[in-house]
């Protein structure tokens, strides 16, 4: 079993910066991919960002290359996601996820434990 609490969510204006990190404890974390997903009102759950369990591999959804960092502490068991120049569209609650295997991917189903979620409000 793993647990997973998200934190640093807030809000923020338009153009600014957030990081948000999510606490992994319960089974060696390394043997774990991980993913950020968000869900805006009203909308599904999308794919956002995801490491593999060594760190060395890393997706992010198109509407968010080169604004977002994926990173990965294994050593403190926390995984964090840099958000820079935020829009008003990056507004959702944010869930961080750990799937059984350390390989990532970049869909809900794929993940098998979730954090409670961040909410992350940008304002224009």
């Known amino acids: 079993q793993v647990q997973l609490v998200e934190t640093g969510g807030g809000l923020v204006q338009a153009g600014g910066s957030l990081r948000l990190s999510c606490a992994a404890s319960?089974?060696?974390?390394?043997?774990?991919?991980i993913g950020w997903f968000r869900q805006a009102p009203g909308k599904e759950r999308e794919f956002v960002a995801a490491i593999s369990g060594t760190g060395g591999t890393t997706y992010y959804t198109d509407s968010v290359k080169g604004r977002f960092t994926i990173s990965r502490d294994n050593a403190r068991y926390t995984v964090s996601l840099q958000m820079n120049s935020l829009k008003s569209e990056d507004t959702a609650v944010y869930y961080c996820?750990?799937?059984?295997?350390?390989?990532?991917?970049?869909?809900?189903?794929?993940?098998?434990?979730w954090g409670q979620g961040t909410q992350v409000t940008v304002s224009s």
């Open positions: 996820a750990a799937r059984r295997s350390p390989i990532a991917r970049m869909t809900t189903h794929e993940y098998d434990y």
């Open positions: 319960g089974r060696t974390v390394s043997s774990n991919a």
